[in-house]
């Protein structure tokens, strides 16, 4: 890892849980008639996920809930471009609706495999919602239907994102500041 220090504080631990009522709203009242199947991509969206389907829960929805680990990143901050299934979902998704979650929409790869990936296992209806957006980083065109909170092109960590695999488990969201810049 390069010198860093992660004293920046982009999103609070309660500025998170705030917004995360209002997405589990927003997305309780989406909700359709057809079995709710949300899968989440591992390994980013764990805490995401798992604060959001208890949100979710007050609302009256009990959805299936599984998981795909994809990888698309070497360990470092670099993207390498190529998206693969290290773990593909076990849960039926045929005639399903599906919210796809994960930790952040960077240039799109990794949501437009999955939704592809989704759509040929037969899901009626596929929905993505994401903890962060990074708009300016876009090289696929796709977006999310629910976005927690929109960031710069900064390098973030906590609340389930990782710098190397470290970092995970804080309940903020911090900017990485590279010393060496
Ligand atoms: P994509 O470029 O395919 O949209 O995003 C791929 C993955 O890159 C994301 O799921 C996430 O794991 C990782 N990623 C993108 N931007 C950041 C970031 O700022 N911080 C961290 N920790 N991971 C990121
Ligand atoms: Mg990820």
């Not at 920046?8 to 909700?31: P, Q, V």
């Not at 592809?116 to 596929?126: E, P």
């Not at 906590?158 to 804080?170: K, N, Q, V």
């Amino acid at each position: 890892m390069r010198p860093h220090n992660t004293n920046k504080i982009l999103f609070s631990a309660s500025d998170i849980d705030a917004r995360l009522d209002t997405l589990a709203e927003d997305l309780a009242a989406g909700c359709r008639d057809r079995p709710l199947v949300i899968v989440g991509i591992l390994r980013g969206s764990f805490i995401f996920l798992a604060d959001l389907v208890r949100k979710l829960h007050v609302h009256g929805v009990n959805p299936q809930i599984d998981f795909m680990t994809l990888l698309s990143r070497g360990s470092g901050v670099e993207t390498t471009g190529k998206v693969i299934i290290r773990k593909d979902i076990t849960v039926d998704v045929k005639d399903t609706n599906v919210v796809l979650v994960d930790d952040i929409l960077d240039t799109g790869r990794t949501l437009n495999f999955a939704v592809q990936h989704l759509r040929d296992k037969g899901a009626a209806h596929i929905q993505a919602c994401m903890f962060l957006d990074k708009p300016s980083r876009r090289e696929v065109p796709i977006e999310a239907d629910f976005v927690g909170f929109e960031v710069d092109d900064v390098f973030v960590v906590g609340y389930g994102l990782d710098y190397d695999s470290y970092y995970r488990e804080l309940p903020h969201v911090a900017e990485v500041v590279f010393l060496d810049e």
